[in-house]
Nanobody, 124 residues
Framework: QVQLVESGGGLVQAGGSLRLSCAAS????????MAWFRQAPGKEREFVAH????????YLRDSVKGRFTISRDNAKNTVYLQMNSLKPDDTAVYYC?????????????????WGQGTQVTVSS
């Protein structure tokens, strides 16, 4: 099992940048695929990014391609979400999630391990 703790959220103006971190404790982090989801008020939780534990292949939702980057440092048991050119529509609570399987999965119900979330607010 892994326990996940997100950090790095905050308030930023449109066009700004933030880097979210998700620190994992427990065994076997390097064998978990990791994902970021977000949930805005009144909306469902949605997939943002995924990085596989084999080969580090990444996948991003279309609306963040070219602006967001997901990466991982297995030596530090941490996954990152670098967010550039932020827009007000990116405002949400961001969650990281872990899955022991390799392939990308887009539904929140596919993930068994979650962090508590970190708030990102982008002002216009």
């Amino acid at each position: 099992q892994v326990q996940l703790v997100e950090s790095g959220g905050g308030l930023v103006q449109a066009g700004g940048s933030l880097r979210l971190s998700c620190a994992a404790s427990g065994r076997g982090f390097s064998r978990y695929s990791m994902a970021w989801f977000r949930q805005a008020p009144g909306k469902e939780r949605e997939f943002v990014a995924h990085i596989s534990w084999i080969g580090g292949k990444t996948y991003l939702r279309d609306s963040v391609k070219g602006r967001f980057t997901i990466s991982r440092d297995n030596a530090k048991n941490t996954v990152y979400l670098q967010m550039n050119s932020l827009k007000p529509d990116d405002t949400a609570v961001y969650y990281c999630a872990a899955d022991p399987r390799v392939g990308v999965r887009f539904g929140p119900s596919e993930y068994g391990y979650w962090g508590q979330g970190t708030q990102v607010t982008v002002s216009s």
